[in-house]
C-alpha cells in the first residue's frame, strides 16, 4: 500500500471519527435543508504585539473556525448556512478547491439569535 492510499484511508477515518450531523441550507434558504454531516474545525491564531511577549497587552487571539465536508456528499458553497444546533450555526465564506473526496469552507460563526433562524439537527 502507497503513501497515497493510507493517507486517502486515514483522511477517510479521522473525517468518520470526528464527523457531527448537521443541517445544511443552501444559500441560507431556511425551507431547504439538507441532512448532512461535516468536521468543525477551530484554528487559534495569535495576532499583534511583540514576539515572545505571551499574549500582553497588544495581542489578541483569533478563532477562524473552518468545516470539512465530504464531497460524496455534500458540495459546500459560499453563502450557505451550516447548523451544528439550535445555538450553532456558520455562513460559509470562501471555499477551497476539493482536496481529494474532501473540501474545506472558511465559516462565519452566525450569533445566538442569528442561528436560531436555523433549526439544528
Known sequence: MGFR?????????????????????????????LSINVRV?????????????????AEMRERSPRLIFDTLEFTPGSGDVIAVS???????????????????GEAILLSKTQALGYPGP
Open 41 to 57: 474545525h477551530s484554528k487559534v491564531a495569535d495576532l499583534g504585539g511583540l514576539a515572545g511577549t505571551s499574549l500582553q497587552y
Open 5 to 33: 492510499t493510507v493517507k486517502k484511508n486515514g483522511r477517510r477515518d479521522l473525517h468518520d471519527a470526528m464527523k457531527v450531523p448537521v443541517l445544511a441550507y443552501r444559500d441560507g434558504i431556511v425551507s431547504e435543508a
Open 86 to 104: 439550535e445555538t450553532e450555526a456558520y455562513r460559509l465564506g470562501a471555499i477551497e478547491p476539493i482536496d481529494g473526496e474532501f473540501q474545506t
